[in-house]
């Protein structure tokens, strides 16, 4: 099977040449402009599948209240702001998303939840998170977003500097398959096409791992199959205590 994979995979790098060609010479520097959109409109079918989910995930911001004050949340990747129905009313938050184009969509939603407080709007990545400061939240979210950025570990590292001790990291993602599986081959010999039209999303990551090696104080995750298109099935679901 794995010669069958890598052969199958080289060919689907072939076909994608033209696509990789594009992407060098600025090509798609359009498709940053259109993808919040995509997003915006995937999202109310990703949320109605994972309402359950999410609800339970979402459950546990109680648990990290401060003694003094409101919750204070920054979303990492925000995106068109899909998880704020799930924070509780007066949640101060923090939106972080390294394309711009993603704000016409995220007001949309701020006025749609407006129990809560919005603080700021800051275009980053979520490996360079300078603009917040050391100590100063009680919960990093990031959903859909460690599939895409260039460094996981990196990511981990400034959530955990920005979080309060005892402060938490929520995460929602898809991950890689088990590699007995079929959806584990089609996830690496397609993902050269997801790459391009997921903005740069790859289904091949074990993004456990990363979580494994990050060193948080205590660790709640769990491998669940969620409820979508079988390239994306595998998730996995928790939060990390700083």
């Not at 995937?42 to 309402?51: E, Q, R």
């Not at 990511?155 to 088990?178: I, T, Y």
Request: net charge positive; charged share 20%; glycine share 6%.
């Amino acid at each position: 099977m794995t010669l069958f994979m890598n052969a199958c995979a080289f060919l689907v790098k072939v076909l994608t040449l033209p696509l990789y060609i594009a992407e060098v010479i600025g090509f798609f520097s359009f498709y940053k402009r259109v993808f919040p959109l995509i997003v915006y409109k995937m999202t109310i079918s990703y949320n109605d599948k994972m309402k359950d989910n999410k609800r339970e995930l979402f459950r546990n911001l109680d648990k990290f209240y401060p003694t003094k004050g409101s919750l204070r949340i920054l979303e990492v990747g925000c995106g068109s702001g899909a998880n704020f129905e799930h924070y509780p009313t007066g949640s101060r938050i923090t939106c972080t998303d390294p394309n711009p184009h993603f704000q016409k969509y995220l007001k949309k939603s701020m006025t749609k939840n407006d129990q809560l407080v919005y603080d700021s709007f800051i275009v980053a990545s979520g490996e360079n998170l300078k603009a917040v400061e050391d100590n100063s939240v009680d919960v990093v979210v990031c959903t859909l977003v460690l599939c895409s950025v260039q460094d996981s570990p990196k990511v981990l590292q400034e959530a955990k500097r920005v979080l309060r001790p005892g402060g938490a990291f929520f995460f929602l993602e898809h991950v890689v398959s088990d590699p007995s599986s079929w959806t584990y081959f089609f996830q690496h010999v397609l993902q050269p096409f997801w790459y391009y039209f997921g903005d740069g999303c790859e289904t091949t990551r074990a993004t456990w791992k990363h979580f494994e090696a990050a060193g948080f104080s205590d660790l709640q995750l769990r491998h669940i199959q969620a409820p979508l298109f079988f390239m994306i099935k595998p998730h996995i679901v928790g939060y990390a205590v700083k």
